[in-house]
Structure formats: structure tokens, C-alpha cells
């Protein structure tokens, strides 16, 4: 982690959460933010001071807000706190959505609203550094009154408790902070609760499958175009007249990529004149009007999950000018939950129309190419199976994208009684877009292949250069072998972005900066 990102508190950008969910950086607050901390800490310090009650400083929580707690018991009432409520079980979460957790915690507790003190966001800002990831265990929050049990596990690790994760191996916390000579935090009044009211946990997850699902677009407009080549499909359905009188804008930027990606292809040229098919399926003619239904909504996402990665979003708050504390409700989680549940269609039809364009192909009658697209069929079974599996994979995200935040669920004895299951709508994002990038990674094959069966016609510049990537992976499929290890492969350059790295200029100016 040799570069350092500055965090200015609410100024995030989409292009920085990218940045800290790609590779790891260090961490430094600006010097700015130290005044609006400082003043707020100090104002819980007033309020303990003057002895009037105040929510989560010097009651209980919750369902116990009335139960009065004494000054002297104020940090064990702060310890006890964080753990009572890490309760989180299943998986731990990715580092690559840990980073961003803790990025995101720190820029909003750097707001100055949440009454804590700089040396406890100083220890955050320490651990990150030296590559001490807390352990959180993914499930456990229904998101709202903020992720409490996934970010108590975050906040056992500043204290010295439970386990972290340091170069990918789970060590113990306090072990891991004296090797690094980092001092575990006690905790102050409401220092606990302003770590752990939040929905940093749940807009992470729904960030990690808005950057999955960017991916997913990039790489299936790129197999979905080399599919019409290998398909003998018209470019046609992407004339942009088209798409510029029904004016939808991923539409009309889609379709653009399409017009670019075959332009100059030899085999649309051979097929140019006197071609008996009049319309081509839907899943190859209508693709901007799909991926660019799908764009539109991961950028309207995107602009909920920035407004949410810059919020203050704990409880209560501390405003110094009146120097009041006010318990409000910005834990509670609904437009990350919206905003995931709309990436889950996205990515889900991603995969849809790809499974569509993948039965295509294989099928000789439709598609003009040899039966399952391999030499001696009926000897050979090709892609038969892969296209099982990416219809099972398909029919798969079509339940996992069922909206989350239609559920509801009442907790803390009826006190919390509607939650938005935001976090939940999150971490699911992660296995459909992975279940997406398989099929479109078997596309990727499939279209290839098709593509090499029309030799010595080639399809055009930028998706040769495409068609050669996959190629220096995975061979030609001229007999049966073992297939997984293929798709494996070419999954692996959908997730990783290695497609639309071929023509990065089609895709740079296509989201939220």
C-alpha cells in the first residue's frame, strides 16, 4: 500500500470507492475534517457533564433507552455494547468490501455529527494502514437501526477483540495491533454507537455488485456483439436513427457500442446481400433496448450509493451549534435496499438475454453453425452441457432477484419494527454477478467458436483483438475435453475486466465518475 487516498469527508466520488475496492491504498483524513470532530466530541463530553439523559450516551439502547446508565459505567456500557451485538455469523466479508466499509465509516464519522473522538478514527485509519482487516462475518443485519452486528465485528478489532484477517490469515486482533504498535481503543461515551449505527455495511455490499455489475455489462455487450457476427446477425437493429427517437440515453449509448464493436467486419460484410433472414431473434436485435435498460438503472444506483457512501448515518446525532443531540432514524437502510434490488435485475436480465444468445448458437437451425458448435456432433457433444449450466445459473438469479426490501421483519422487541433488509440486497449481488459471469463467460466461448467457424472471414478490429484474449487462455474446442476449466478461465476475464480493457474507450464515459 504505497499510495495514500486523502478522504475528505462527503466529497467521495464513485471513482475513489472504485480506486479503494480495486486494490488496497493507505488512508489519511484530512487536516480540515479534525475541527468538526473535535467540536463534536467535546459536546458529548458537555452532555455527560451536565447529566441530562441522552440516547446511547448515558442510557441503554433501544428497547433500554429509558434504563439510566451512571457516569462511571459509561465505558463499560460502550464495551458491552460492541460485544453483545458481534454476533454476525456465516462467511467473512472480502477485503476488497472491507476496505470500503471502513473508508466509508471513517469519511462519515469525519463529518463531525457523530461525537467521537479523532484518536479513536486515528486508530481506524492505523489498522487499515498496517493491513489489518476486521473479521466480519456477513450475515446478521437486517439494515436498519444501522448494521449493527457486522460493524460491531469492525469495531472489535480497534478494541483489541475477536480475530482480523492480516495478509489474508486470521490472527488474533490484540496479537495484530501490538505487532503493528497500535494501542487497542476504549471506548467513550456514544463512541460505540456512532461505530456501529450505520449502513456502511450494507452500501459496501450493494457497491461491490454495482462494480460487478459494470463488468458484467462491459463484457456481455462485448460477447453479445460477437455473437451477431458469429450468428451471421444484421447490424442493422443498431442504426442509431433507431434508438434516437425513443430517446432512452443507456439505449441510444448502447447501441452506439454495438455500431462500433462490428464495425468493419468482414463477415457482416459477406452477408450483407441477399440474406434470407428478414429480423434476427430478439436476444441479438434487441440488445440496447435490454443492456440499455440495465445501464440506466446501474447508474440510478450509483447515484444512491454515492449520496449514501458520503451520508452520515448513524444515531442520535450531535449538532454543535445548538449543541443538541437528536435520535432520528438514518440507519434505517431503504435506498440502498432499492438501489441493490435494481442492480439485481440488471445484473440478472444481463445473464438472461445471454443464456438466450448462447441456446442460439448452438442450435444449427437458427444459427447456421455446426450442432453445438463442435466438428463430428453426435461423437462430439460440445456445448451441449455448458449451456445447461448456464441455464441453471440463469433460472437461479431470476429467485435471487426478487426484491429484498418488500421484506420486513420486527427486532428488538418490537422497538425496530420496520427494517429494509439492505444488507441482505447486498450480499446477494455478489453471487449473481458471479453466476452471471459464467454465463456470459460461456458466451465468450460460444461466440468465439462460432466466430473461428467462419474462417477465414474475421470478424472485426476490436473484437479480434477480443476473440485473440480469449484465445491465449482457451483453445479451439475441436473435440470433446474437460470443459470446466475452460469456462473457469473465461469467466475470469469477464470478472476481472479483461474484456472491455480491449476497447476502453467504448465504456470510460458510460457511468457515474
Known amino acids: 500500500m504505497s499510495t495514500t487516498f486523502t478522504i475528505q469527508p462527503g466529497q467521495f466520488k464513485l471513482a475513489d470507492l472504485r ?14 475534517a479534525y475541527a468538526a470532530i473535535n467540536e463534536s466530541s467535546a459536546t458529548i463530553d458537555r452532555i455527560v457533564a451536565k447529566g ?23 465505558e463499560l456500557l460502550q464495551k458491552n455494547l460492541i460485544l453483545s451485538h458481534s454476533v454476525g455469523s456465516g462467511e467473512l466479508i472480502a477485503d476488497e468490501v472491507v476496505r470500503l466499509i471502513i473508508a466509508m465509516k471513517i469519511a462519515s464519522l469525519a463529518r463531525g455529527f457523530s461525537g467521537i473522538r479523532a ?12 493491513g489489518i482487516m476486521p473479521a466480519i462475518p456477513v450475515k446478521g443485519s437486517v439494515g436498519a437501526s444501522g448494521d449493527l452486528a457486522p460493524l460491531s465485528h469492525m469495531t472489535l478489532a480497534i478494541m483489541g477483540e475477536g480475530q482480523v484477517r492480516v495478509d489474508g490469515k486470521l490472527v488474533d486482533a490484540k496479537e495484530a495491533l501490538a505487532k503493528a504498535g497500535i494501542t487497542p481503543v476504549v471506548l467513550a461515551a456514544k463512541e460505540g454507537l456512532a461505530l456501529i449505527n450505520g449502513t456502511q455495511v450494507s452500501t459496501a455490499l450493494a457497491l461491490n455488485g454495482l462494480f460487478l455489475a459494470e463488468r458484467l455489462l462491459e463484457a456481455a455487450t462485448i460477447t453479445g456483439a460477437l455473437s451477431v457476427d458469429a450468428a451471421k446477425g444484421s447490424d442493422a437493429p443498431f442504426d442509431p436513427r433507431i434508438h434516437a427517437v425513443r430517446g432512452q440515453p443507456g439505449q441510444i449509448a448502447t447501441a452506439n457500442i454495438y455500431r462500433t464493436l462490428l464495425n468493419g467486419s468482414e463477415i457482416r460484410q459477406s452477408h450483407l446481400v ?13 440488445q440496447p433496448q435490454v443492456m440499455g435498460a440495465c445501464l440506466d438503472i446501474i447508474n440510478n444506483a450509483a447515484r444512491t450509493l454515492l449520496t449514501e457512501a458520503n451520508a452520515v448515518t448513524d444515531n442520535p446525532l450531535v449538532f454543535v451549534d445548538t449543541n443538541e443531540v437528536i435520535s432520528g432514524g438514518n440507519f434505517h437502510a431503504e435506498p440502498v435496499a432499492f438501489a441493490a434490488d435494481t442492480l439485481a435485475l440488471a445484473i440478472a436480465e444481463i445473464g438472461s438475454i445471454s443464456e438466450r444468445r448462447i441456446a442460439l448458437l448452438i442450435d444449427a437451425s437458427i444459427s447456421g453453425l455446426p450442432p453445438f458448435l463442435v466438428p463430428s456432433s453426435g461423437l462430439n457433444s460440445g456445448f451441449m452441457i455448458a449451456h445447461v449450466t448456464a441455464a441453471a445459473l440463469a433460472s437461479e438469479n431470476k429467485s435471487h432477484a426478487h426484491p429484498a426490501s418488500v421484506d420486513t421483519i420486527p427486532t428488538s422487541a418490537n422497538q425496530e419494527d420496520h427494517v429494509s433488509m439492505a444488507t441482505y440486497a447486498g450480499r446477494r449481488l455478489h453471487e449473481m454477478a458471479h453466476n452471471t459471469a459464467t ?6 466461448l460460444a461466440a468465439a467458436q462460432g466466430v473461428d467457424f467462419h474462417q477465414p472471414l474475421k470478424t472485426s478490429d476490436k473484437l479480434t483483438m477480443v476473440h485473440q484474449l480469449l484465445r491465449s487462455k482457451v483453445a479451439f474446442y475441436d473435440k470433446d475435453r474437460f470443459f470446466a476449466p475452460d469456462i473457469e478461465a473465461a469467466k475470469s476475464l469477464v470478472v476481472e475486466g479483461a474484456l472491455s480493457a480491449q476497447c476502453a ?5 458510460l457511468y457515474l465518475a
Open 52 to 74: 441530562d439523559a441522552a440516547y446511547g450516551i448515558n442510557t441503554g439502547f433501544g428497547k433500554l433507552a429509558k434504563t439510566r446508565i451512571p457516569d462511571e459505567d459509561l
Open 274 to 286: 441477399n440474406d434470407e433472414r428478414v429480423q434476427d431473434p430478439y436476444c441479438l436485435r434487441c
Open 505 to 509: 474507450d467504448l465504456y470510460s464515459h
Open 119 to 130: 484518536s479513536v478514527i486515528d486508530t481506524m485509519i492505523a489498522a487499515y494502514n498496517a
Open 19 to 32: 480506486a479503494i475496492w480495486q486494490k488496497p491504498f493507505k488512508l489519511a483524513l484530512a487536516e480540515s
Open 439 to 444: 454465463i456470459v463467460g460461456i458466451e465468450l
